[in-house]
């Protein structure tokens, strides 16, 4: 039960000792018990959620039987690499390198991807790089549509919003990476018995942050009940290097450096982090809006925006549909 | 441009490409976004499709939901920007000019 007034930071805490405890039991039970596997295959990116469920497998499982997968493509910022070999070496647990490139190449999602960018902008190709970005929906009641920034070989960029069938081409070519990965991470499973653990955290999973059969398939994901300021606390009581725990949220998807605030949430992650624990917790606006730094009308704003999301990605959760027994779902 | 036949067009793009077949009726000032009728999306079909249909251009900051998120909306908005074209001498948007571009 909540009593006096809200501190923003303070909503979130929790005791990682515990938390941490709590999680390798049941992953443990999970993984061994109702999977019967002999471990867990972990994609790791060099991010802090990646780090974080690669240290709580090796907790739970021991690090011999957790596998860390590095799967880098063109695109993917050079330090991911090395961050993710780095969490693998300190943990001690075998890691594999998968560079996804030339998957990547002979699916064609360069080439779709570049040539949806070039009904936009018809200039862009070799020596261009782009990404995708959202307008700022704190401020205003304003749709969530994306343009693409482009950065011409010279360094010039300029950003153009997207028809809907660019936003579609390249969205729908930028998913063979995460789904790429997770054939990848399937094939290492099956080759040692091992489950998949996959790694979103809460805001992702409840905002539907993930795509249809790539980063959001798993066998278990042993973060997704946390809020990703807890998922950094974890991050600090597991030791996970300083240089992985500061480095901004990014997609590593595009070839320019985005991070998950211009991508998907549109505010800052603390920001967002907050008024999602306060909507799931009821807490009404006019409470909440001091906590966190914004005024009542921004946060109910949010709160509407959640619900959006919701609604709109919840094809995204929904199992493939049978015939017999999906009536209503 | 008659607002009637404006309404009407727009009832009938909402249908054919949102509804697609389901039985459900809503009245012109529902929000198609609390009726999850048109996501983020579909706004851009329906700003692409006013744009090739009435030659108006819609910027970016007029993508709002209270220019966009219901017939009555939609139409109010496409007469004002329609007024102002022919206000300033545009020719009419079934001439194919571009009406508001800049």
Known sequence: MRTGPLGGAEMLRLDPARETERIVLRIREQVFDRLR???????????????????????????????????????????????????????????????????????????????????????????????????????ADRYAVFSVVVQAPDGETRQVRLTPEAYLGIVAATNFKQRTRKMLEYYHADLRQYAVAGTPNRLEYDQGFFVKNGDGAADLKPIAHLYKSQVYQLAAYLDVPEEIRRRPPTTDTYSLAQTEEEFYFAMPLETMDLCLYGKNHDIPPADLAPAVGLRVEQVER???????????????????????????? | ????????????????????????????????????????????????????????????SELLPENLDSIDAVTAFLGRKLDGAASAGAPAAAQGAPGDRP
Request: hydrophobic share 40%; charged share 25%.
């Open chain 1, 37 to 139: 596997r002999k471990g867990a295959v972990v994609g790791v990116s060099g991010g802090v959620d990646s780090s974080v469920v690669a240290c709580l497998c090796a907790r739970a499982l021991g690090t011999e039987r957790v596998c860390a997968l590095l799967m880098p493509e063109t695109d993917s910022a050079p330090e991911s690499l090395r961050l993710g070999r780095r969490v693998a070496d300190a943990l001690g647990v075998p890691s594999v390198l998968e560079d996804i490139t030339p998957i990547l190449r002979g699916a064609g999602c360069y080439e779709r991807r570049d040539a949806a960018v070039r009904t936009v902008v018809p200039e862009y190709g070799a020596g261009y790089r782009c990404k995708i970005v959202l307008p700022d929906l704190l401020d």
């Open chain 1, 302 to 329: 949010v709160y509407r925006t959640i619900e959006t999301r919701r609604k709109v990605t919840r094809y995204l959760h929904t199992p493939p549909l049978l015939v017999e027994g999906s009536e209503g779902d």
């Open chain 2, 1 to 60: 441009m008659d607002r009637r036949t404006i309404r009407h067009t727009l009832r009938g793009f909402i249908q054919e490409n949102y509804l697609l077949g389901r039985e459900f009726t809503f009245a012109d000032g529902d929000s198609f976004l609390e009726h999850s009728i048109i996501d983020s999306i579909g706004i851009l079909q329906l700003v692409t499709f006013l744009q090739d249909t009435y030659g108006v251009t819609v910027h970016d």
